[in-house]
C-alpha cells in the first residue's frame, strides 16, 4: 500500500475516541500511546510506504541517501529499481564473502544494501556511467517518537484498529481509575486481529502495483 502523505491528521485528533473509555487519563498518556500504536501497526502490517526517485546519480557514486521523510522514521527498505529492473537485496558480508573485491567493482547495479544507522542505500558494483533519474525505491516509514501528526489514510482506515491497541494499553495500566485488565485483553486480541488484516492488505495492493517503469536513457 504505497500512500503518499500531502494529507495528515494530528495525533490529537485521537483523543476524541479514547479519551471517554479511560475517565481521567491525562491527554499526554493518551497521546505517547496512539504514537507508540501506530509505529507498531506501520512497522507489523508495512502499510506506510514511500516511493521516491533519485535525481542523477554520478559515475561511481554508489550511495544514495533516504528520505528524509517529516515526522517519520524509515524502518526498511522495501525495494530498489534500476531502470525499471528490480535489483537483489544482499548485505555487506554476503558481498564480502562472495565478491571480496566488491567495494572496487564497477558496472550495471544488480544488488543493493542498506545502513539504516546512515540512512543510505549502497548499489554493487558501482555505476560506470552516470545515472539520470534511473533510481527508484520504496520504504517502509513509521511515526516518529516525537510525531504530532500522521497520515490521514492511517486515522481514516484505521482508526479503529488503533483505538484498540491504544485501549488495551492504557486498560493493563494497574492502579488507575480506567484500568480495566478483562476490557484490556479483550482489546488486545481485537489489535491484534487488526494488524492481520492490515498486513493482508497491504500484501494485495502490493502484489497488484505495476512496478515496471519507463527506462532512462544512460549516458
Not at 41 to 56: D, F, H, I, P, V
Not at 185 to 197: D, L, N
Amino acid at each position: 500500500m504505497t500512500m503518499r502523505t500531502s494529507a495528515t491528521e494530528t495525533i490529537r485528533s485521537f483523543r476524541t475516541f479514547i479519551a471517554p473509555v479511560v475517565p481521567g487519563c491525562p491527554y499526554f498518556l493518551i497521546d505517547r500511546e496512539v504514537v507508540k500504536v501506530i509505529r507498531e501497526l506501520c512497522k507489523r502490517a508495512r502499510l506506510w510506504k514511500e516511493t521516491q526517485e533519485t535525481g542523477s546519480l554520478r559515475k561511481k557514486v554508489n550511495q544514495i541517501d533516504i528520505g528524509p521523510y517529516p515526522e517519520a522514521e524509515v524502518v526498511s527498505v522495501e525495494y530498489v529499481t534500476f531502470n525499471g529492473v528490480e535489483l537483489v537485496q544482499t548485505s555487506e558480508r554476503e558481498l564480502s564473502e562472495y565478491f571480496p573485491n566488491w567495494r572496487d567493482a564497477n558496472g550495471t547495479p544488480t544488488h543493493f544494501f542498506t545502513v539504516m544507522r546512515d540512512g543510505v542505500i549502497h548499489l554493487y558494483p558501482s555505476p560506470n556511467v552516470n545515472l539520470p533519474r534511473s533510481i527508484r525505491y520504496e520504504v517502509i516509514v513509521q511515526p516518529a517518537l516525537d510525531a504530532e501528526s500522521v497520515p490521514w489514510f492511517i486515522f481514516d482506515q484505521f482508526l479503529d484498529v488503533i483505538v484498540d491497541g491504544v485501549l488495551s494499553g492504557l486498560m493493563s495500566i494497574a492502579g488507575k481509575e480506567w484500568s480495566n485488565p478483562q476490557e484490556a485483553q479483550r482489546r488486545a486480541a481485537m489489535f491484534q486481529g487488526g494488524i492481520y488484516r492490515a498486513r493482508d492488505l497491504s500484501v494485495r495492493m502490493y502484489a497488484s502495483q505495476n512496478l515496471n517503469t519507463t527506462p532512462d536513457c544512460i549516458y
